[in-house]
């Protein structure tokens, strides 16, 4: 994906990648983490309009520190993740409640399906789709996915 994101994002928009190596694995439909990751780099690229750094990480997280954060949202159990970390402007406070909300929309055109297709499809492969604002500036998403044992073989 990284050459069409680089395409997609233009030259004012650094992308660095930090891929976990040998990657951590989940089974998942590639066309469609495709796509989530897509919008949510158009939508970093929108949120940076004199351009910026777009980062995409994967790592595993395991057991061990899903009991050790003690989440209420992920049941204890080993998870390939993925986040995206954009230097943007941010998500406004009063924005947050509604950001993964069909039809919503901040932008002049568009639909406003971006990020309520990316948890869709996240939760359609057992996974979760969370953000955090950062501070002063720019949003983190994080993709959690149930590991698999090994990758799949074509």
Same mark, same amino acid.
């Given at each position: 994906?990284?050459?069409?994101?680089?395409?997609?994002?233009?030259?004012?928009?650094?992308?660095?990648?930090?891929?976990?190596?040998?990657?951590?694995?989940?089974?998942?439909?590639?066309?469609?983490?495709?796509?989530?990751?897509?919008?949510?780099?158009?939508?970093?690229?929108?949120?940076?309009?004199?351009?910026?750094?777009?980062?995409?990480?994967?790592?595993?997280?395991?057991?061990?520190?899903?009991?050790?954060?003690?989440?209420?949202?992920?049941?204890?159990?080993?998870?390939?993740? *993925?986040?995206?970390?954009?230097?943007? =402007?941010?998500?406004? #406070?009063?924005?947050? &409640?509604?950001? %993964?909300? /069909?039809?919503?929309?901040?932008?002049?055109?568009?639909?406003? *399906?971006?990020?309520?297709?990316?948890? =869709?499809?996240?939760? #359609?492969?057992?996974? &979760?789709?969370? %953000?955090? /604002?950062?501070?002063?500036?720019?949003?983190?998403?994080?993709?959690?996915?149930?590991?698999?044992?090994?990758?799949?073989?074509?």
């Amino acid at each position: 994906m990284a050459p069409l994101l680089t395409r997609l994002l233009g030259r004012r928009v650094l992308i660095e990648l930090d891929l976990e190596r040998p990657g951590p694995c989940a089974r998942v439909d590639p066309s469609h983490i495709d796509q989530a990751l897509m919008n949510l780099a158009v939508n970093a690229r929108d949120a940076m309009p004199r351009g910026g750094k777009l980062t995409i990480q994967t790592y595993a997280v395991t057991s061990a520190e899903v009991r050790k954060i003690g989440s209420d949202i992920l049941p204890v159990a080993d998870y390939t993740a *993925l986040s995206v970390t954009d230097t943007g =402007t941010g998500i406004q #406070q009063e924005l947050l &409640t509604k950001i %993964f909300d /069909p039809f919503f929309t901040t932008k002049d055109e568009g639909m406003g *399906l971006g990020l309520s297709l990316c948890r =869709t499809v996240v939760e #359609q492969h057992g996974g &979760t789709l969370r %953000f955090a /604002p950062q501070q002063p500036h720019g949003t983190v998403f994080f993709f959690t996915l149930p590991a698999a044992e090994t990758a799949a073989t074509l």
